[in-house]
DNA sequence: CCAAAATCATGCGTTACATCACATTTTTTT
DNA sequence: AAAAAAATGTGATGTAACGCATGATTTTGG
């Protein structure tokens, strides 16, 4: 189960660093002198990036593959906070003050990332601000998003949080289809459960009341199609 | 209900921008530079200081007093997503992208607060990059404190979310006392409801069965003395 | 200090989700 | 392609929180 450097050189000559819009604001030249600076890992479906209360020393990217970010609760349950995918990172709240992580990242596929080193992040901010204010943003946008979550997640409504998530999943990883928009679900229905507090149990059968009622169609375990996404908005409120 | 500049100056004179951790790392030089920048106001008990969907200009930071952020969620109810108080800004992700409010702030006493205009928070950044460093670790807390309210929320105990605010609050607001920790309550049981997503009631039942347990001890609607910490934290998870 | 208003406590019936159990389907493995 | 393993769907049942109602208490404002 070792984490192991990653055979493939698929972004060693690409600059991979390039598609990473917190270093958007960079030129050519700055970008390989990034480059040289980090390291690849790949990691197999079910290997975990990060171990909750760790210490951690780099800021990883997801170069390819997607990740969960949970903790295990005390009573046994597992919370889903993040779901991370290509061109995302994490692990920033470590590389500012000397903190331990405070949740497991867990790869959902095969997943490549590029790791920056704490010491390296922090001279890069300095020299390049622009840096900085790339990472607000994004920090900003999770804030937003869990806003949201906890939004949802206070309604007391359950067809509300379900609907909720698919809309979330239909913005991030829905694709056009002739019958509206197909969602390859990155969480099977445990983990779609443990991202917004329900049961297995609950989230099966609220799915298939939206089936029945024509919002959505499954399409094997994985797969959904938003057919009525006007009908799922009014749903999430 | 106009918003009326503020007659007292109690911080003209005084560098509050001193205080704001945000500027921590500037020199008294710099900070009366910035000080001419401010803008203070005050504001009534119950009064808006922000209202979801509108547009923003400015960084809030509070000199004096305290706030709530919250939405009106379709189905009635009131979700409160922050408490900020003495030392706390708000606004700050109306100032990198051009985004309206999505929430509204009140103040739940009367409230002084200092005023950045955008663009002058802007040319602040650039020249002391800092700055963004500081807010930066801010949000960090915050992504913090809302991934902890996602976890309890999704815990299916409600004695453990009420315990978890309990604590919350005991850390923010607490005072030594020969008994335990005394709190003055920020919110009402309906205010600490729609905090955790829970109703009045509920709220209510729960804290007499903490205050039956000897765990707490309330003292008129706005005191709790925390009794027995170790039990709370227990119940918290 | 008193009256009015706001807030809080609590009993009770109802509802919605959790939980358990098991059949079925889908996915993975060989 | 078959067998094994994993994931999902669904019914029955219990329980905990909601929602409503009402009386008690606390806070506010003159």
Do not use: W
């Amino acid at each position: 189960m070792g984490k192991l450097l990653c055979a493939c050189d698929s972004c060693r000559n690409k600059l991979c660093a390039k598609q990473i819009s917190i270093f958007s604001s960079l030129d050519g030249q700055q970008l390989t002198k990034i480059a040289d600076l980090i390291i690849h890992k790949c990691y197999k479906k079910g290997e975990l990036l990060i171990l909750e209360g760790e210490t951690m020393n780099s800021l990883f990217i997801i170069n390819k593959g997607q990740t969960k970010a949970f903790r295990n609760t005390q009573d046994g349950r597992e919370q889903i906070l993040h779901l991370f995918s290509e061109g995302d990172f994490f692990g920033e709240r470590n590389l500012l003050r000397d903190q331990v992580s405070n949740y497991s990242v867990e790869a959902l596929e095969e997943t490549h990332v590029c790791l920056i080193h704490k010491h390296d992040f922090q001279l890069l901010v300095r020299e390049h601000p622009d840096i900085a204010l790339k990472v607000m943003e994004e920090l900003c946008r999770r804030l937003d998003r869990l806003e949201n979550t906890v939004e949802t997640m206070g309604t007391r409504t359950v067809e509300a949080r379900v609907s909720s998530v698919l809309l979330e999943f239909a913005d991030k990883y829905g694709k056009p289809h002739p019958k509206g928009i197909m969602i390859e679900l990155p969480l099977n229905r445990e983990g779609i459960a443990n991202y917004i507090g329900l049961t297995r149990e609950t989230v099966s059968r609220k799915m298939s009341l939206l089936q029945d009622e024509g919002v959505i169609e499954m399409n094997g375990n994985k797969k959904v199609l938003i057919v009525d996404r006007t009908a799922l908005e009014r749903l999430a409120e």
